[in-house]
């Protein structure tokens, strides 16, 4: 309780918003102002009139909200919650891909360090990636750095897919025989899993969804049962959001490490020491946003 408090006053005091990703701890969740997927919490940070913002997630995702927000102080409440995948890229490693295929257009999802997008042409996230590829004039695609949405993109489009090798160690551990096993549980139950998934796995799924795309879904389907493929935090809102609805995780070992760092103690941690300020170096972040305002022209897609 006295966290709760202390939250609410140093919130006030600072004029801080907080955001929380669709896979935080339930308690960041609910004294979050806004969950929800990456992308979305940026753009939020972007419409609120905070002069502080307090983004529990990993960091990319705070890094997004600094190029996004400039004028604002962006903080990570836990500085050592890094996202491996978008750590299996560089910007030196992207532009020498690019030298070998020269008439080849870079397509950045969003989970990737701001470096990284500032070499891209366009930026998309898993909810957007088939239309952006699409919306390109390219028919050449080097697609970074998830090979898994990279394969599903490619089984969707009639482009070239040069697919970057890195991959989420989380949801890469949801194997087909997890879903089988759970289908065989529950046959009524509709599976619907994230595209970071391997394919083996996504070709076992009545639907592949975003975090949000899922949330969608499920709100407005007849079904009562779901088997969710995607990182087990998003089972938090699914619960509060679909009373009466049932929920059964593909695996209960999809617990991103990373994502669960920031605590109710770190977020107070943050606002009283004003721990980490995310900043990216000006010609960096103008190029990133280049990229992440392509992405928004091309549409969002869900
Ligand atoms: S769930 Fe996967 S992509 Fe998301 S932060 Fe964790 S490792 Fe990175």
Redesign the pocket.
Known sequence: MYELERIKQLKKERKAIILAHN?QRAEVQDVADFVGDSFGLSQKAVTSGAEVIVFCG?DFMAESAAVLNPEKTVLLPELAAQ????AMITPLSLRLEREKHPEAAVVCYV?TPASVKAESDICCTSANAIKVVNSLPQNEIIFVPDRNLALYVAAQTDKKIIAWDGY????HLILPGDVLIEKEEHPDAEVLVHP?CRPDVTALADKVLSTEGILRYVKQSGSMEFIIGT?LGLLHRLNKENPGKKFFAATKYTV?P??KMNTLASIIRALEKNEHVMSVPEDIRIKAKRALDRMLEAGRGD
Request: proline share 12%.
């Open positions: 896979y990993v996202c491996p995948m978008a989970n989420c160690p989380t949801h970071e990182e991103c990373n994502m």
